[in-house]
């Protein structure tokens, strides 16, 4: 088995990670470019766009002035596998056009011999924060839409209660910290 979380791999990681930070809250293009692989393999999912490609990437970011301020790191999980695999899990408190925003990030790493460690590729998506019952109505209303099962108007308030109660019954069973040593059943047989 590979080792998992060297701790001087995860504070070589961490120190990237930081660095890559401060380059995107400098709207760092040049620095911002070099972080990830070279390659039109490389896959960045934001919020709103798909991008295929280091050029779809380094083009994106061109033409995007950074709408947010006030970006803090709230977690960050660092994991290692052997010593040339990296994977960053972050949740990010920012303003995004002035309003607050709850984020997520990841990020895989890949160390290569010839240029180092590189963003293979990376996700940043909004955290949903549902609070009213309009707010659950119209997740549930664009889940569906997005997965292609459409929700008859009638049913739409409905549709919601259960989404709300399903998030409120599985919310616990999330929070609960797992050890570290855990691993996951292979088969899972019902």
């Known amino acids: ?10 504070a070589e990681i961490t120190t990237l990670h930081d660095a890559y930070e401060r380059a995107l809250a400098a709207h760092d293009l040049a620095a911002l470019k070099e972080f990830f692989w070279d390659s039109e393999l490389t896959v960045r999912y934001g919020v709103a766009e798909h991008l295929y490609g280091a050029e779809a990437i380094a083009a994106y970011r061109q033409g995007a002035t950074p709408a947010f301020t006030d970006r803090v790191l709230t977690r960050r999980a660092i994991l290692t596998i052997g010593t040339d695999l990296a994977s960053i899990m972050c949740e990010i408190s920012q303003k995004i056009r002035g309003q607050p925003r ?15 460690w590189k963003i293979v590729s990376a996700h940043v ?3 949903i924060s549902l609070s009213s019952p309009n707010e659950w109505e119209a997740y549930a209303v664009q889940t569906a839409h997005t997965i292609g099962l459409p929700i008859a108007p009638e049913f ?3 549709v919601a ?3 709300e109660r399903n998030a409120t019954i599985i919310g616990p069973l999330l929070k ?3 050890p570290e040593d855990v691993e996951s059943a292979p088969v899972f047989t019902p």
């Open 161 to 163: 209660q259960t989404v």
């Open 176 to 178: 609960f910290p797992l």
């Open 125 to 127: 998506s909004n955290a």
């Open 156 to 158: 739409r308030t409905g």
């Open 1 to 10: 088995m590979p080792t998992i979380n060297d701790p001087t791999l995860i």
């Open 102 to 116: 709850h984020s997520r990030q990841s990020q895989t790493w890949v160390r290569f011999p010839e240029v180092g």
